[in-house]
């Protein structure tokens, strides 16, 4: 299922929902390095492992389907 991260910042931040779809290495290193960039912000990121690459393209949505933070 999803890997749900919550990144700390001041309780008054603006909120940005980072949805991975597909955290392979290059992508988490992607997100770690805006997440880490743009500290100022309330992150929130829902990520899904690397794996089934072409059912990922079409089925993501399906994966989040119930996700509470949605």
């Not at 500290?39 to 929130?44: A, L, R």
């Not at 829902?46 to 079409?58: Q, V, Y």
Request: proline share 9%; net charge positive.
């Amino acid at each position: 299922m999803a890997d749900s991260t919550l990144h700390n910042s001041p309780d008054d931040a603006p909120r940005i929902l980072l949805l991975s779809g597909y955290d392979a290495a290059s992508h988490k290193r992607w997100r770690n390095q805006i997440t880490g960039m743009l500290g100022d912000y309330h992150w929130q990121t829902l990520a899904l492992p690397p794996r089934f690459f072409r059912w990922r393209i079409r089925g993501n949505p399906l994966s989040w389907l119930n996700e509470p933070a949605l």
